[in-house]
């Protein structure tokens, strides 16, 4: 399940709107939502985009967001 809470603030920090987020995912806001509230789980190809869009470095930082 992701950590919205660390998920969010990586967003925030990097200045990107969830809008920006779910067009570089190929999927909507809303399904960008229900990722982030856990209502689904984001797949292995949209973990790594998001890693790279977030800056995602470590494999423990990518553990802690998206399989907690």
Do not use: P, V, W
């Not at 660390?6 to 990107?16: F, M, P, Q, S, T």
């Not at 949209?46 to 399989?67: A, G, N, T, V, Y």
């Amino acid at each position: 399940m992701t950590d919205r809470e660390l998920l969010d603030k990586r967003i925030e920090a990097c200045g990107y709107r969830y809008d920006y987020i779910a067009e570089q995912l190929g999927i909507t806001r809303e399904t960008l939502r229900r990722k982030r509230i856990g209502k689904s789980e984001f797949t292995a190809s949209e973990i790594r985009i998001l890693s790279s869009l977030l800056h995602i470095d470590s494999s423990e930082e990518m553990r802690q967001i998206f399989l907690n």
